[in-house]
Each structure stands twice: as structure tokens, then as C-alpha cells.
């Protein structure tokens, strides 16, 4: 639905927007929130199918509707930002992606201007996002934890078995030295 369109909305077609809102809201892993003054049509689409191609979904809000929809979800703690032409980018898996996607797009068009974001539910300033974006993606982050968590236990199996392993040595000359006695 466009922006134009909400502002004829009768209640009945406002609350749907509402829960809709509130269903993403809820799910979002992360919700950049974004002013696109002086964007046109193609310019926005442009935005959105390469949001989409990232799992990403575009959406030109109603401040008081996203206001409504934001409480009770992790979103509301930027309920206050709703406000001037806003549209808010949502992922639903990796939260990087989502600041990836804005950042990149918003270096290639100044009219979309990153205003804050929520980040598993809390607030990112804008200054903040790009730092978000500048991470690697959630599969290499993993990646990294668990090749740190599990250097550790590789050293201290390598120890246990070469002290096993010396232990092994120190038996076999023990029984040659007590052969040779013998």
C-alpha cells in the first residue's frame, strides 16, 4: 500500500495495516528505519528489488500506524523516530544484511538517509549502523566464535596427547632398562 493511499484508510483497512506492521515488527531481527525525501518511483523500487534480492523488505509507513504497530514489539523502542517521509527496511535473519543494504544504498543515493535502527530490539543511532554494516555476515561471525572457542580444547587435546604420548615413551625404555637388568 502507498503512503497516499493510507491517509484515505477507513478503520476496518487501518487496523489491518496495523497488525500486518505489528506481525513484522514482531519477527524483524532488525528494522532500519529511513527518510527518502525526494526519491522517485523508480528510485524506490530500484530500492526495494535490491533490498528483496538481500531477503529484505522495504516498506513506506504511516507514522501513526507504525507508531500504533511498534508498541509491544522490539521496534517500539524507536517508536519516537517515526516521523517526515519514513520507510523502514526489514530483515527477518541477519540483522548485517539489513544495515549492509541501507549503508550501500543510501552511498549510491543521498535522499535515503538512515535516521536509527533496531537491532534485536535495541535502538542503533544512525552514526552506529554503518559500523553494523561494516561486519562480516552472521554465518562467517559463527564461523570465527566457534574456530575460537574450539582452539583451545584443540591445544589442550594436542597436550594431553603428547603428555600420553611421552607417558607411552617412559614406559617402553622403563620395561627395556628393566630387560636389560634382567
Do not use: C, W
Not at 77 to 91: D, M, T, W
Request: charged share 25%; hydrophobic share 45%; no cysteine.
Amino acid at each position: 500500500m502507498s503512503l497516499g493511499k493510507e491517509d484515505k484508510l477507513n478503520r476496518k483497512e487501518k487496523e489491518e495495516v496495523i497488525s500486518r506492521l505489528k506481525q513484522d515488527f514482531s519477527r524483524s531481527k532488525a528494522a532500519v528505519i529511513t527518510h527518502y525525501k525526494g526519491m522517485t518511483v523508480s528510485e524506490l523500487s530500484e530500492l526495494r528489488t535490491a533490498l528483496r534480492e538481500l531477503g529484505i523488505e522495504y516498506k513506506v509507513v504511516k507514522n501513526t500506524l507504525a507508531r500504533i504497530a511498534s508498541d509491544g514489539t522490539p521496534v517500539g523502542v524507536a517508536r519516537e523516530r517515526f516521523s517526515g517521509p519514513v520507510g523502514v527496511a526489514l530483515g527477518y535473519d541477519d540483522p548485517v544484511k539489513v544495515a549492509q543494504g541501507i549503508v550501500k544504498f543510501a552511498g549510491k543515493n543521498d535522499k535515503l538517509v538512515p535516521m536509527a535502527a533496531v537491532v534485536e530490539g535495541q535502538l542503533v543511532e544512525a552514526g552506529e549502523l554503518k559500523a553494523i554494516a561494516a561486519l562480516p555476515p552472521r554465518d562467517v561471525l559463527l564461523g570465527i566464535m566457534a574456530g575460537t572457542m574450539s582452539a583451545p580444547l584443540s591445544k589442550m587435546a594436542a597436550a594431553l596427547q603428547a603428555a600420553l604420548g611421552s607417558f607411552g615413551y617412559a614406559l617402553k625404555a622403563l620395561e627395556g632398562k628393566k630387560q636389560a637388568a634382567a
